[in-house]
């Protein structure tokens, strides 16, 4: 089986809406893929659908991690299975900190009776907040409540850092970020690439792509992916929209 | 150590306090509530005829008084009267050395980690087995600044001139059927005396015990800090899981004097077939403190509205409360503020949790008089619901009369949100995981109020409960 986060013919609805209409999309090991496309064609449903979120109902198609049917699993298995999700619009976890938080995630990927060495897990966690230019406050803040937009989008990359996940969708990161904390979220994204992982950016915007440069491009609309290019592709969208492409017959 | 055959005769089960040692008692009162009984109870403990006759008033007032289920849960009616034991020992008294204790009602309190947590953190201690102490003890140097330290019957043998002005002051026999019922026949509990200027700096600590079936714990307890003193008393307590209903029906009367500070923590986890009715009540004169820090995660049926009468300029009441419902029960809690002079405060922060068919009540009632001049409460009651059959009801009662009083009232009833839980799965945590996780983050600010020791215990109390409560 290959090493890769594979999407093959995925439908999904909800309430009887059908919002992916037969999805394909591989990202190997090692790769960086993004995402572009207009709002509403559904990106922010594929993240979710993979993450096994129960509002959606997969119709068709499959999902795997690599040799592991994520269809299969529960939404929190599937985390421990590798995957990861920095959510478009990060949930607020009143009275749990930050550092709580993480510390549960972590202790839920250790075989039972292990406890997790505390003294360890702060010093990098700390380390970690410091590449990400995170106030030590945010330990021990409650999970994103009051966060500024900005600050969510760290707080995401920072749980990714710290769960090392092998696959990991970032969804709209870049939304929200003023330039020095996009530099910043992308550097600490690319500190994490390597052979060992791959990600899915979506965005709208090809500014963030020009940090986290990209191997791949693909163009969402309307449930499918209409079209893949390099990481070229990103420009020509930022300047001529989607139209072109949206236009263009489907190739097979 | 127990001998194998006391370690064998222990049930275990995975809860904490539920595993029970066969029953040796040297004084059984017997079954049903008389004036026997009140004669029984008065002569195994050489009291003064007063007490005897304040018992047996109390008794009258107990028979006269009908059951509250014209407010109350109905459940109460279930409570057998002439099923239960009123009075049981072993005769013991209390010791100041566990080594002395009896081997299984040591190897209880040991299993229940006491001896240890004095050890580490606390000035003093009373173990209650039953109806009486086994152990009691207080550090020397407080003996040695006057702090008295005792169960009820010495403080009232030992003490008059210290307790007897003040017992039954703050909550009258009268005061509700249950008083009465406790005020007949009370035995156990903590009386307490920190003299003027005295400030205890670590916690006294009694843990009530119930070991025997078809029995009645009723604790007394009665706490007066003179002027400018201050202490931390804290009671914890458990019994095994029998199939009948068993009773606790404590009264706490606190007497805060000028400038004093009162703080009085519960974690109450008695199994899910005790009743527990508990009146408590503060008195706070002039620029006095008195803070309940209450959490109720066991028992039945639990009634308990602890409360702060200021009588004097400046004196400050507050109500922490945290309850916990499970399948089965019900917690009705709340608080009562009294304002009773010019510039009181009082502050009572409520969160319930219902789990499963577990029901949650707050009853608040604020009285702010047409007289008073600057007096302020505070009120907040937060409901968390967990399942579709989770039930809460509120019934704040404020009467604030004039025109010169700064009020606050909000309260709220939420549920865990799907999204919340969601979030959380997707880094990994299991659905009970992401739920013990929310409902301690929505009590966590008030687990803060909680020393130490007690939070983490908490915090594992509430994961317990949790457990079973998803999927
Ligand atoms: N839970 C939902 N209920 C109803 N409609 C939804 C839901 N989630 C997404 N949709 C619809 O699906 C379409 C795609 O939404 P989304 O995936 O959020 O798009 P994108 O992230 O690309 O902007 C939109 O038309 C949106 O309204
Ligand atoms: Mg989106």
Redesign the interface.
């Known amino acids: 089986m290959s090493q890769s986060l594979r999407i093959e013919n995925l439908h999904a609805s909800v309430d009887g809406h059908e919002i992916l209409k037969g999805l394909t999309l591989e990202v190997p090991k090692g790769q960086v893929h993004a995402i572009m496309g207009p709002n509403g064609s559904g990106k922010s449903t594929l993240s979710k659908v993979i993450a096994g979120h129960e509002d959606y109902t997969v119709t068709e198609g499959s999902v795997f991690l690599d040799d592991i049917n994520l269809l299969d699993l529960e939404i929190d298995e599937r985390s421990r299975a590798g995957f990861f999700l920095a959510f478009q619009y990060p949930h607020e976890i009143p009275g749990v900190s930050n550092a709580n938080f993480i510390r549960a995630a972590r202790q839920a990927r250790l075989p039972k009776g292990q406890e997790i060495d505390a003294v360890a897990f702060y010093r990098e966690m700390y380390a970690k907040m410091d590449e990400l230019g995170m106030d030590r406050k945010f330990t021990a803040r409650s999970v994103n409540e009051g966060f500024s937009g900005g600050e969510k989008k760290r707080n995401e990359i920072l749980q990714m850092m710290m769960l090392e996940p092998k696959y990991a969708i970032l969804d709209e990161t870049d939304s929200g970020l003023d330039i020095d904390a996009l530099k910043i979220v992308a550097q600490g994204v690319n500190a994490m690439r390597s052979p060992e992982r791959g990600f899915l950016v979506i965005t709208h915007y090809q500014r963030l792509l020009d940090y986290i440069v990209p191997d791949v491009v693909h163009v969402l609309h309307d449930g499918r992916i209409i079209h893949t290019g390099g990481k070229e592709l990103a420009y020509e969208l930022e300047e001529k929209g989607y139209d072109w492409i949206i236009n263009e017959p489907v190739a097979a | 150590m127990p001998d194998s055959a006391t370690l064998e005769a222990v049930n275990i089960d995975q809860d904490e306090g539920n595993f029970s040692y066969p029953e040796d008692y040297a004084h059984d009162a017997g079954y049903g509530l008389t004036e026997k009984t009140i004669d029984y109870i008065s002569d195994i403990k050489g009291e003064a005829e007063w007490i005897r006759e304040f018992r047996k008033r109390a008794l009258k007032v107990f028979n006269d008084k009908p059951m509250p289920t014209h407010w109350a849960s109905k459940d109460l009616e279930n409570i057998v009267f002439e099923n239960i034991r009123y009075y049981l020992s072993k005769g013991q008294r209390p010791t100041r050395s566990w080594d002395e204790v009896p081997d299984d009602v040591k190897a209880t309190f040991e299993r229940l980690g006491i001896p240890e947590k004095e050890r580490k953190f606390l000035a003093g201690v009373e173990a209650q087995f039953d109806s009486e102490a086994a152990y009691s003890n207080v550090k020397e140097e407080l003996t040695k600044e006057g702090v008295i330290f005792v169960n009820s019957t010495e403080g009232l043998r030992e003490h008059p001139e210290v307790f007897r002005p003040w017992f039954g002051k703050v909550i009258p026999t009268g005061d509700n059927k249950f008083s009465a019922l406790n005020s007949a026949v009370f035995s156990g509990g903590s009386f307490i005396y920190v003299p003027p200027g005295v400030k205890v700096k670590h916690p006294l600590q009694a843990y009530f015990r119930i070991n025997a079936e078809n029995f009645g714990q009723f604790e007394r307890t009665l706490i007066i800090v003179d002027e400018g003193a201050e202490v931390t008393y804290m009671e914890g307590c458990t019994a095994p899981k029998f199939e009948t209903a068993t009773l606790h029906s404590a009264v706490v009367e606190l007497v805060a004097m000028k400038d004093a500070k009162i703080q009085y923590i519960t974690v109450q986890n008695w199994s899910n077939n005790v009743f527990n009715l508990v009146t408590k009540r503060g008195l706070a004169h002039e620029n006095a403190e008195i803070r309940w820090i209450d959490c109720n995660i066991g028992s039945r049926l639990t009634m308990k509205y602890p409360g702060v009468i200021m009588k004097g300029r400046k004196a400050r009441g507050e109500v922490i409360s945290i309850a916990l419902a499970n399948d089965g029960q019900h917690q009705d809690t709340g608080a009562k503020m009294i304002h009773a002079a010019d510039e009181t405060t009082s502050n009572i922060v409520a969160k319930s949790i219902s789990v499963g068919s577990g029901r949650s009540t707050y009853r608040g009632q604020v009285h702010i008089p047409k007289h008073l001049k600057g007096c302020k409460n505070n009120t907040e009651c937060d409901a968390l619901l967990i399942n579709a059959s989770s039930r809460t009801d509120t019934y704040p009662a404020i009467t604030v009369r004039g025109n010169q009083h700064a009020t606050q009232h909000e309260a709220s009833v939420s549920q865990v ?4 839980i ?10 009970g ?2 739920m013990s ?2 409902v ?6 008030l687990v803060r109020e909680f020393p130490m020791e007690y939070s983490v215990e908490l915090k594992r109390l509430i994961d317990m409960e949790m457990e079973g409560s998803v999927g």
């Open positions: 949100s799907e999204e919340q969601f979030y959380m799965k997707q880094r990994g945590l299991s659905e995981e992401a996780l929310s301690n983050g929505f009590v966590n600010d």
